[in-house]
T-cell receptor, first 111, second 113 residues
């Protein structure tokens, strides 16, 4: 699976949009971009995933560049409860649907 | 409600005393896996199972066993726990393939003294 690079941390003000970047320059054509988050030491929570088109759900939007080498997770109106570690993961569709977690980015939402 | 249930949530045990951490999912998922999370090392896969009676090693399988006798259950067995297995453990399940969402349990914090 391709590796991802994320900043270590970022913060944003409550109510503002949080834009979390991710680089995955070695991504292959059949690999998806996934985002999970982990609040404190709870189990990771799925947010969104995509292949090449932009995706939106009730939690977030995922913007994938045309060359697929980077993506941005957008939380449109961040709240204090969005403070968490966010993991960008590139995942192939092979037999072992393993999620390879990196260090993620720590998002701190300030009041 | 779709969920992955792990038990126990917290466990303190002594070196060498066999233990089992249970994992159950109610989504009829084929794929289940176990991860451990350690400070500075992130989440690492221990074992996975692609279906009943089909299991395979992940990245850090030493000291662990698993079984998959039923689709919904995937217990993690530590035959002779050691202090270096002190960790936070997560079970996950999903449908097979790369285009599916994985659901995680709430975690089991294990301390081996």
């Amino acid at each position: 699976d391709a590796k991802t690079t994320q900043p270590t941390s970022m913060d944003c003000a409550e109510g503002r949009a949080a834009n979390l970047p991710c680089n995955h320059s070695t991504i292959s054509g059949n690999e998806y971009v996934y985002w999970y988050r982990q609040i404190h030491s709870q189990g990771p929570q799925y947010i969104i995933h995509g292949l090449k088109n932009n995706e939106t759900n009730e939690m977030a939007s995922l913007i994938i560049t045309e060359d697929r080498k980077s993506s941005t997770l957008i939380l449109p109106h961040a709240t204090l409860r969005d403070t968490a570690v966010y993991y960008c993961i590139v995942r192939a569709g092979g037999a072992n649907s393993k999620l390879t977690f990196g260090k993620g980015i720590t998002l701190s939402v300030r009041p | 409600e779709a969920q992955v249930t792990q038990n126990p949530r917290y466990l303190i045990t002594v070196t060498g005393k066999k233990l089992t951490v249970t994992c159950s999912q109610n989504m009829n998922h084929e794929y289940m896996s176990w991860y451990r999370q350690d400070p500075g090392l992130g989440l690492r896969q221990i074992y996975y199972s692609m279906n009943v009676e089909v299991t395979d090693k992940g990245d850090v399988p030493e000291g662990y066993k698993v079984s998959r006798k039923e689709k919904r259950n995937f217990p993690l067995i530590l035959e002779s726990p050691s202090p270096n297995q002190t960790s936070l453990y997560f079970c996950a399940s999903s449908s097979r393939g790369g285009n599916t969402e994985a659901f995680f349990g709430q975690g089991t914090r294990l301390t081996v003294v």
